[in-house]
C-alpha cells in the first residue's frame, strides 16, 4: 500500500524519490485512481503538487496527522 510506503519513510527507512516514484507506480494495475495523481505529479509537477496529491491520498482514511509529516519532507528531490 502506498501508505506504507510513505510511513516507512516517516519511521526512518532511507528514501529515494525513484524507488518512491517505482513502488507507487507499481500500485497502477490495482488502484490507478490513487496512484496515478501521485506519479503525474512527480513527473511534471512541483513539490507542492506532490505534497498536495499525498494528501489526497491520505484523504480516503487514514490518520490526518500523517499530512504535517508529508508536507515537512521533500518528495522529489
Do not use: H, Q
Not at 491520498?57 to 490526518?64: E, L, T, W
Amino acid at each position: 500500500m502506498i501508505i506504507d510506503l510513505i510511513l516507512n519513510r516517516k519511521d526512518g527507512y532511507e528514501y529515494s524519490a525513484r524507488d518512491f516514484y517505482y513502488d507507487v507506480l507499481g500500485y497502477r494495475d490495482i488502484w490507478p485512481e490513487l496512484s496515478d495523481p501521485i506519479t503525474k505529479a512527480m513527473d511534471s509537477g512541483t513539490e507542492a503538487d506532490v505534497r498536495r496529491e499525498l494528501c489526497k491520498y491520505i484523504n480516503n482514511g487514514y490518520n490526518p496527522k500523517i499530512k504535517k509529516y508529508i508536507n515537512s519532507v521533500n518528495w522529489i528531490s
